[in-house]
């Protein structure tokens, strides 16, 4: 309550505000991966996906034919699915944007959006979580963690790379966000806001419930934990490690939200989740992280009124791949042709040999 009263003292102070619907996006145009400015990529022949084994920049589509991997046969893992209470959570206790309101942009800062419509809401998540038939209960098992959960795909992808001995026998915890999208919703605030919150929300409430309601014991290894999302939600994923290396090494983002899209502001990190690629890897020592990106050449551009040019995605995820190269991370980053704003047929293409890519210099221990 307390971080609520604060953020609508901040929208209020000395401006007469204009409520704004939410924006219609325009149509984003179609992006050349060879064009200035964007980083020098290896181009893959149609319908093929870059190695596990390699890192670096690598082009593929225009066609996105599903995985082998990817089949729908029923899985010989178990499923397991359970629901939290915004009333249970001592972290998220739920906001809430009004339906159709959006914000207006800062008259002193056009980098800032004052939101004045977000208020306390309760929310329920749902948390699905897949185990593989081939895990030993009580041992310490690796598992990677998603947003925007249920995740089906990353079920199907997991069941048949681990039967294939493709990836270690991984945990798979899918969440769901806590509702809306953006600034002053509760899904804007978990996945876009620039710190280790949403991490310790995971660390504290969410994996205790899965050991407890699934009869699984996590691994505290972070070299065998990893993230992923799409959009907002790999931009979490990123967060997720950045803050808490300790906990995570492992990233998996598709579309990334690498953007300005934090709410409340941060004095700290003035341009979100942009200022990864503007300030915060370029400046800050390399983490012991791994990470893959991908971004579709007609990924989205300036969705919002903020007009501050820190809302391009396709470049975001480029000047992502720039910084990653230049602090020698272990990175791969996609360019897909012919492919929108979390596009369903790349994540069917890409996503198994993506997951084997992230694992590949996994060395299990026991802990």
Same mark, same amino acid.
């Given at each position: 309550?307390k971080f609520?009263?604060?953020t609508?003292a901040? +929208?209020?102070?000395?401006?007469?505000?204009i409520?704004?619907?939410a924006p219609s996006?325009?149509t984003p145009p179609?992006?050349?991966p060879h064009?200035?400015?964007?980083?020098?990529?290896?181009?893959?022949?149609?319908?093929?996906?870059p190695?596990?084994d390699?890192?670096?920049?690598?082009? !593929? $589509?225009?066609?996105?034919? /599903?995985?082998?991997?990817?089949?729908?046969? +029923?899985?010989s893992?178990?499923?397991?699915?359970f629901t939290?209470n915004?009333?249970d959570s001592?972290?998220y206790?739920?906001i809430?944007?009004?339906?159709?309101t959006?914000?207006?942009p800062?008259?002193?800062?056009?980098?800032k959006?004052?939101v004045?419509?977000?208020?306390?809401? /309760?929310?329920?998540r749902?948390?699905?979580v897949?185990? /593989?038939?081939?895990?030993?209960p009580?041992?310490?098992a690796p598992f990677?963690?998603?947003?925007?959960g249920?995740?089906?795909?990353?079920?199907?992808a997991l069941d048949?790379?681990?039967?294939a001995k493709k990836v270690p026998p991984l945990?798979?915890?899918?969440?769901?966000?806590g509702g809306g999208d953006?600034?002053?919703?509760?899904? $804007?605030?978990?996945?876009?806001?620039?710190?280790?919150?949403?991490?310790?929300?995971?660390?504290?409430?969410?994996l205790?419930?899965?050991?407890?309601?699934c009869s699984v014991?996590l691994t505290r290894n972070?070299?065998?934990r990893a993230?992923?999302?799409?959009?907002?939600?790999?931009?979490? +994923?990123?967060?997720m490690?950045?803050?808490?290396?300790?906990w995570y090494?492992?990233v998996?983002a598709y579309?990334?939200?690498?953007?300005?899209?934090?709410w409340?502001?941060?004095?700290a990190?003035p341009?979100?989740?942009w $200022?990864?690629?503007?300030?915060? !890897?370029?400046e800050?020592?390399a983490k012991?992280l791994r990470?893959?990106?991908?971004?579709?050449d007609?990924?989205?551009?300036?969705p919002n009124?903020?007009?501050?040019?820190m809302?391009d995605?396709?470049m975001?995820?480029?000047n992502?791949?720039?910084v990653?190269? +230049?602090k020698?991370?272990?990175y791969?980053f996609v360019?897909?042709r012919n492919a929108?704003?979390?596009?369903?047929?790349?994540?069917?293409?890409?996503l198994?040999e993506?997951?084997?890519w992230?694992w590949?210099?996994?060395?299990?221990?026991?802990?």
């Amino acid at each position: 309550m307390k971080f609520f009263k604060r953020t609508c003292a901040f +929208a209020l102070l000395g401006t007469v505000l204009i409520l704004s619907a939410a924006p219609s996006r325009p149509t984003p145009p179609t992006r050349n991966p060879h064009a200035p400015g964007f980083v020098e990529a290896k181009e893959l022949p149609d319908g093929t996906v870059p190695p596990a084994d390699a890192d670096g920049n690598f082009i !593929i $589509g225009p066609t996105h034919h /599903p995985a082998a991997e990817m089949n729908t046969n +029923a899985l010989s893992g178990t499923v397991f699915n359970f629901t939290m209470n915004s009333a249970d959570s001592k972290i998220y206790p739920g906001i809430a944007r009004e339906p159709k309101t959006f914000g207006t942009p800062d008259p002193n800062d056009p980098a800032k959006l004052i939101v004045t419509t977000s208020h306390p809401t /309760p929310y329920t998540r749902r948390v699905s979580v897949y185990v /593989p038939k081939q895990y030993v209960p009580g041992t310490a098992a690796p598992f990677i963690v998603g947003a925007d959960g249920p995740d089906k795909l990353l079920f199907n992808a997991l069941d048949n790379l681990i039967a294939a001995k493709k990836v270690p026998p991984l945990v798979a915890i899918s969440i769901a966000n806590g509702g809306g999208d953006a600034q002053g919703s509760e899904r $804007g605030l978990e996945y876009d806001t620039m710190s280790g919150r949403y991490a310790e929300f995971v660390e504290t409430e969410v994996l205790p419930l899965v050991e407890k309601k699934c009869s699984v014991t996590l691994t505290r290894n972070p070299d065998a934990r990893a993230t992923m999302g799409t959009s907002s939600g790999g931009a979490c +994923a990123l967060s997720m490690a950045w803050y808490h290396p300790d906990w995570y090494h492992s990233v998996m983002a598709y579309s990334g939200t690498f953007v300005n899209q934090q709410w409340p502001p941060n004095p700290a990190t003035p341009h979100g989740a942009w $200022g990864y690629h503007e300030q915060l !890897i370029p400046e800050t020592p390399a983490k012991p992280l791994r990470v893959w990106l991908e971004v579709g050449d007609r990924d989205l551009l300036n969705p919002n009124i903020m007009r501050d040019g820190m809302h391009d995605w396709v470049m975001a995820n480029e000047n992502m791949a720039k910084v990653l190269a +230049a602090k020698n991370y272990h990175y791969q980053f996609v360019f897909a042709r012919n492919a929108g704003h979390g596009d369903h047929g790349v994540k069917q293409q890409t996503l198994p040999e993506a997951l084997i890519w992230l694992w590949h210099d996994y060395q299990p221990t026991t802990n």
